[in-house]
């Protein structure tokens, strides 16, 4: 976010509301935040790159090795032969670059904070949930609920995606490069969703804020989510985004799909001072 | 939770109860309960048919100690009713102690040959048809396969269930598969809850079908063979059901020559599914599909309200 202002963000749409609550205050300084490291994260060096076989690890000894390696400072971790199972990579809270040479299955890299991971096959459900910073890029197709609560980074899916993608995403940005199931967006706070390929039916339904990019048809829109206008800083966005990751819009960014909340029932955070009287 | 696998080897046979076993072995931890197999071996040419019965519960074995003379009692008394209505035992196979596998010839009409056998009290037929071949137990994927000598079994495809035991109880009438009465050959498994049970039950059973259990997933059994009944082929019947069968769900249906699934149209039940050219698996969970393919293949999620059907 650091060459964004608020003017142009606020432009582009990424947070236009104005709120008010609990939800609202600040707990750290943003110019705090470019330097904050978890006491327990691992200082690293990226040119220290380690690998290792997990075919006949289970879950617990594989993240055990991440850590391990993590701790004698190793910066570039291979994980081959994952073998779909769940919760690989998770919490990690420093920068790192890890590569799992194979499939994830459920819960894969979620709870992060700064990793840059990239998984040459496949994802399960709900990979990536409540990212908040770091890159998840996956070669192949990623299952229902990809990105769930994403607060932050960069989470792209090169392949198709199922049902419910970025479903509460409170920030950071979701690309998936072919389809993705119904539901996707729902509840969506913040943030951007790319989707370069066709959409399930109730896009955005319920959606607080953000931007959904659709590049190929919508089967239908959700309850408050409607078309915005395209900018010329979406365009931008759009364009240097996908170029990152080597993807490209099917029919140009330009002629993408632009769906945003009608904010027709966005009242939560009104209502927020009036419960906790009530409670008080 | 439960969790639920298919496969289907196109053109050929393949030792699918070791397939089937390994591919449920990895899900156990979605249902510790009971395991469940649907397995399409040899098709019965002409007037043979392949019957698996239990005479007792598992947990009966622990009821006192005339439980084995009772169970004798049951034995004998299916075997006299097949006699009485003409249908030829050409081999008998004790599973367990509780559970037999037959083959047996027979012209006349097998639905009223099996409600004569189910007639007799506590006994259950779990399936009769041409190829299918229903096995289900209490305890994981290995304890059943190992109990019912189910490596080496040889055929074109499977269906398999782990139950984790939500809405009725832990017995072998309550676990998965279902078959679909009086449709020989046509089993399910599911994972999800369905809200209209009660009403789809009263509705079939108006129509003569028979449940066996409280299981909802029962109903989609049920449910399936009646539209079959009704003139609808197997998709046509599945597609229906998206429409009609409300709740979550995810559920793979079997039948002589095919294996379909079918997801509701919330998609809140997961499915994985791998499809080349000779060959389908599906899984609650990739892991299962890894079991049996350790290399690195492309897998993906099937879609809301979406029905595929896969021939043998």
Request: net charge negative.
């Amino acid at each position: 976010m650091a060459g964004l202002t608020t003017a142009k963000s606020t432009l582009a749409g990424m947070h236009t509301e104005k709120l008010s609550g609990r939800t609202q205050q600040r707990f750290f300084s943003p110019e705090e935040g470019e330097n904050y490291v978890y006491p327990w994260a691992y200082s690293v060096d990226y040119d220290k790159t380690a690998d290792f076989d997990a075919a006949d690890m289970d879950t617990l000894a594989i993240n055990k090795r991440i850590r391990e390696l993590m701790n004698e400072g190793y910066g570039h971790i291979v994980v081959k032969n994952p073998g779909a199972k769940h919760s690989l990579g998770v919490g990690i809270l420093n920068r790192l670059k890890l590569d799992f040479e194979g499939s994830l299955g459920y819960f894969g890299c979620g709870l992060i904070d700064g990793p840059n991971i990239r998984i040459s096959g496949r994802v399960g459900w709900s990979c990536a949930e409540n990212m908040m910073a770091g890159t998840v890029v996956i070669e192949n197709n990623a299952g229902s609920t990809f990105g769930a609560a994403i607060r932050g980074g960069d989470l792209v899916c090169k392949g198709d995606a199922g049902a419910r993608i970025g479903i509460d995403q409170k920030g950071g940005s979701i690309i998936v490069g072919g389809n993705a199931g119904a539901f996707c967006g729902f509840m969506m706070q913040r943030g951007r969703m790319v989707i370069l390929g066709n959409t399930g039916k109730n896009l955005g339904d319920s959606m607080y804020d953000g931007i959904i990019y659709v590049g190929g048809t919508i089967r239908d829109l959700g309850v408050d989510a409607v078309p915005g206008e395209m900018t010329e800083l979406d365009c931008q966005w759009l364009d240097r985004k996908l170029k990152m990751y080597g993807l490209s819009a099917p029919r140009g960014v330009k002629n993408m799909t632009k769906i945003v909340s009608g904010k027709q029932l966005w009242n939560y955070d009104n209502l927020e001072p009036v419960e906790k009287k009530i409670a008080l | 939770m439960c969790g639920i696998a298919g496969l289907i080897h196109r053109g050929k046979k393949s030792d699918i109860g070791t397939e089937m076993t390994a591919m449920l072995q990895a899900l156990k931890h979605r249902g510790p309960d009971s395991t469940g197999y649907a397995l399409y071996g040899p098709e019965q040419k002409g007037n043979k048919y392949v019957m698996r019965f239990k005479v007792a519960e598992q947990e009966d074995l622990g009821k006192g100690f005339d439980i084995t003379d009772i169970m004798a009692e049951r034995k004998k008394a299916v075997d006299a009713r097949l006699k009485e209505m003409d249908a030829k035992v050409t081999e008998r196979e004790k599973a367990t102690e509780y559970s037999y596998r037959y083959l047996f010839t027979y012209d006349g009409d097998v639905k009223k040959l099996i409600d004569y056998v189910e007639d007799i009290d506590d006994v259950e037929i779990l399936s009769v048809g041409k190829a299918l071949e229903l096995i289900k137990d209490l305890g994981d994927a290995t304890r059943v396969s190992d109990q019912y000598n189910l490596k080496g079994f040889k055929g074109t495809h499977a269906i398999g269930h782990t139950r984790m035991a939500t809405e009725s109880d832990v017995d072998i009438r309550s676990a998965h598969p279902y078959w679909a009465y009086p449709f020989s050959d046509v089993s399910v498994v599911h994972n999800g809850q369905l809200t209209n049970y009660w009403i789809g039950r009263r509705e079939l059973e108006r129509r003569g079908h028979r449940f066996m259990s409280n299981c909802d997933s029962e109903l989609i059994a049920v449910y399936l063979a009646d539209r079959m009944d009704r003139g609808d082929d197997l998709e046509e019947a599945m597609r229906r059901s998206i429409d009609e069968l409300d709740g979550v769900f995810t559920y793979v249906v079997a039948t002589a020559d095919a294996l379909g699934m079918a997801k509701d149209t919330m998609a809140a039940k997961p499915m994985v599914l791998y499809e080349s050219k000779d060959f389908i698996a599906m899984a609650s969970e990739e892991v299962a599909i890894r079991s049996i393919f350790p290399h690195e293949i492309d897998t993906f999620d099937p879609y809301d309200g979406e029905v595929r059907v896969w021939r043998a």
